[in-house]
């Protein structure tokens, strides 16, 4: 039997239950998370492999979660993820949004929802809602035509995920695995963690050097009864870029450094320790070997 294997976007507002449903879907067999060198850069949320699947679902975070997104770069991620995706999924939250408007009428959502893709339609929360409102949703959205299917569920409840999985897969083309199936690593918080270094440097320096900024986690660690220690380094390819990242009397990084250190501490949900530095690497876009070091390890990019 042939595999069948495929990027699924998981689009949705925040708190509406991405994270949980993700958990869900994934269970135990999370199998790998890492930082995937391709043309742009992919969020990977999550691996669901089975002996003849693999679904690789991803993050879009301009509706996912505000404070991470690279302000400027929002709509072209958005777009990426959606355009990268073999299968989108859009989350609702019936609590929040009982009759569809809020989400269906987002001006984010209404390009999404204009893609030739697959989309399935998630109605979450029904744990809390009533039959009511849920079978008015339900025909409100069917008469609609956006979506190949809409499913409701409760994430927190684990209510219809194997139907999630069934319709993905529907969906899904044939093709062959992209990760191993075993590889079980800690891979994503080091990688979230340095995205979100990444982002604040975006977010808070000019132009043209984020664009040549990359961040490399040296240390993670955990240590019993005090925060876990984090150092990373920021490297940037011109020693002039070095005084820039700094800033006046390290006012700059200091700065970056604490609003990095909270945005960590919001996602991964406990405290840290955050030290950086900054690394001048000569070039380091085009050299292999150091690519290679940062996880870019495509051989044919
Ligand atoms: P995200 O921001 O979209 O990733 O949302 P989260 O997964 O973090 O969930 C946001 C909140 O909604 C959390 O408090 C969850 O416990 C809650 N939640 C998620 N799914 C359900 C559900 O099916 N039913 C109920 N009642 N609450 C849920
Ligand atoms: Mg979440």
Known sequence: M???SGYVAIIGKPNVGKSTLMNALLGERLSIVTNKPQTTRKRVLGILSDENYQMIFL????LLEPSYLLQRKL???IENSVKDADVLVVIIDILKDPNGEKTLRDEKMQKIIKSEKPKILLINKIDK???EILSALVSKIESKKIFDRVIPISATEKFNIKSVQEAILDFLPEGPKYFPDDQITDEPERFFVSE???EKIFENYKEEVPFSTEVVIEEFSERESRKDFISASIIVERET????IIGKRGEAIK???KIAREAIEN???REVFLELRVKVKPKWRNDKRMLKSFGYDKENE
């Open 267 to 269: 996602f991964l949900q």
């Open 2 to 4: 042939n595999t069948k």
């Open 59 to 62: 993050d879009t975070p301009g």
């Open 255 to 257: 700065k970056i450094g």
């Open 75 to 77: 709509l072209d991620f």
């Open 241 to 244: 870029q070095k005084p820039i």
């Open 196 to 198: 979100i270094i990444r």
């Open 129 to 131: 809602s009533n039959e």
